[in-house]
């Protein structure tokens, strides 16, 4: 049966991308968490990150945040443009928790990790966004986004290099 | 002599600059050429080929979230996409940015488009972002992650 979203999946370049049975997005996001369980625990120092990437973003620190990353690191969330360096991240960070981020929380999980060499480890997550208002001062519902994150290793703590994160568009059909 | 060791050290360090700048460039151009064979292979419809691109525990996320990890499940992922796919359907992309994190790191950002797609009134996008990881492994460049994305402008509205 050819579902007309099923040629989204590979649209990806590079990508690869499951097409496998083409479900919507929220199963696959489910299987995706579940599926990628990878082997092995995940290391604590890197949900420890995770963890202080949302207190920085809790507090509307985007010096905070900036800091978690290397200095020549690059970083690119739902709005798709690319930052680079730790400067031009930090700005970014300012702009969205003093405009359209102000007083929002963030949670993140990171749902697996893999190493893809010495002091090098890849990790995805999954993020919402609670507590931004409308253009109208209305409550917006939570934005729910996944993440890809490369950390490098600095002594004991670890550092984002790059991230992408986005919000999964919908299947059409599906609500 | 203090002349000439200087000018001695001098040229060292400028050949030692352009040995680095050229094995940047020579692994840029590998890079670049990963993407480029993965075009011909996806105009060729060989999921085979697409795979051996790929690290043995490389994993891809599309824009919907929709996630596919290890070289056997991407091979097997390209042969259904190709089984539902149009002839005339056609996948452009073009690299944007181009940034080593380590020598055998490097991350790659461009766009991608689709063309030959049956109308639909479901307003499928049909192009957008991609974002791939790619390292270098025995001396050869393999996608290690791949991501798709497709750009929303805040205020958020999902």
């Known amino acids: ?175 | 002599m203090r002349m000439l060791v200087s000018i001695i050290m001098t040229s060292l360090g400028f050949l030692g600059g352009l040995t680095l700048a050229q094995d940047t460039s020579a692994d840029e151009e590998a890079i670049r050429q990963l993407d480029e064979r993965w075009k011909e292979a996806w105009s060729n419809r060989d999921a085979q080929a697409l795979a051996e691109l790929f690290a043995e525990d490389a994993d891809g996320i599309d824009a919907m979230g929709a996630a596919v990890s290890g070289r056997m499940a991407i091979e097997e992922h390209y042969i259904q996409s190709f089984e539902n796919l149009p002839p005339e359907a056609g996948a452009e992309s073009e690299i944007v940015s181009l940034r080593f994190i380590r020598p055998t790191l490097a991350v790659v950002d461009g766009t991608w488009s689709m063309t030959g797609l049956p109308e639909t009134d479901e307003g499928l996008p049909t192009e957008g972002l991609y974002t791939v990881f790619v390292v270098k492994r025995g001396g050869q460049w393999l996608y290690a992650a791949g991501r798709s994305r497709i750009p929303v402008s805040p205020p958020r509205t999902e």
């Open chain 1, 1 to 175: 049966m050819l579902k007309p979203w099923c040629f989204i999946s590979f649209l990806t370049f590079a990508a690869a991308v499951a097409s496998v049975g083409c479900q919507p997005a929220g199963e696959v996001m489910e299987e995706a968490v579940t599926e990628e369980s990878m082997e092995g625990a995940l290391d604590a120092s890197v949900q420890a990150l995770a963890d202080e990437y949302a207190a920085a973003w809790n507090a509307g620190d985007a010096e905070g945040i900036a800091a978690l990353y290397t200095e020549d690191a690059d970083s690119s969330g739902p709005d798709g443009e690319i930052y680079t360096g730790r400067q031009q991240i930090a700005e970014h960070y300012r702009e969205l928790l003093e405009g359209p981020d102000v007083g929002t929380t963030i949670s993140i999980r990171t749902t697996s990790s893999r190493e893809l060499e010495p002091g090098v480890v890849l990790v995805n997550g999954g993020f919402e966004v609670t507590g931004s208002m409308g253009a109208e001062g209305e409550e917006m519902p939570p934005a729910k986004g996944l993440s890809t994150v490369i950390l490098v290793q600095d002594g004991d703590t670890w550092r984002i290099a790059s991230l992408r994160s986005w919000i999964p568009v919908k299947a059409p059909g599906t609500t």
